[in-house]
């Protein structure tokens, strides 16, 4: 298993060890971290499954691909050739599509292992790293950094959540600050409470300067 997970390493390391848009290697890294805290705590789920899911987590991402199908492609790719069980591999692949936010759509999780590694990643998008994540993949995109007169969207399709015109500041209020009341183990929600107060402190701050008071 330790061969398989250094490959996986490896693997994620080459293709999003470039990546300029908070889905780097340091943030799979941090997810997976993330994701065996969360297992170490619960006390429920299959490590390796957990540990795989995490590292491969945002292979398939559209918004890292040409198209969803391309990066589907890509990670069963990867899969088929470090030989695993079926049954390993369907799910693998079962708790990383369940891992999107996608517009705040509402899926029901099957297992635990899906719901610790999406617990892991939205915890990652939340707090001073997703405030960074945040700012960093909005100039990625040629967002602005703010812009007042931009309406927060809600009951976005996954086509408007993705394309839709808004600013890094509104995307707080359409997903990250949304995400402390979507975590689905108690020691996620335990740790969101501290990075969620931090973020609106960091906009009750953000106001006062960018009104040209403290």
Request: net charge negative; hydrophobic share 40%; aromatic share 8%.
């Amino acid at each position: 298993m330790n061969e398989m997970i250094a490959k996986t390493e490896a693997f994620v390391r080459d293709v999003l060890g470039n990546d300029s848009s908070g889905h780097d290697w340091h943030h799979i890294d941090r997810v997976r971290k993330n994701a065996l805290h969360i297992l170490a705590r619960e006390q429920e789920g299959d490590p390796f499954i957990i540990e795989m899911a995490a590292l491969l987590h945002d292979i398939p991402d559209e918004k890292l691909n040409a198209t969803e199908e391309a990066g589907w492609r890509k990670l069963d790719a990867f899969l088929n050739s470090v030989r695993l069980e079926n049954k390993a591999v369907q799910h693998i692949r079962d708790v990383i599509e369940s891992v999107s936010f996608k517009g705040g759509r509402k899926i029901e999780l099957a297992t635990i292992e899906a719901k610790i590694v999406q617990d892991a990643d939205r915890l990652d998008a939340i707090g001073a790293i997703g405030i960074a994540r945040a700012f960093a993949f909005g100039g990625k995109k040629g967002r602005p950094m703010y812009e007042p007169g931009f309406t927060v969207r809600t009951d976005m399709t996954v086509e408007e959540y993705r394309n839709g015109t808004n600013s890094t500041v509104q995307h707080f209020y359409e997903k990250l600050l949304l995400l402390k009341d979507l975590m689905n183990t108690q020691s996620a929600k335990q740790i969101a409470e501290a990075r969620h107060s931090f973020m609106e402190s960091f906009l009750d701050q953000f106001y006062s300067e960018w009104n040209g008071h403290s």
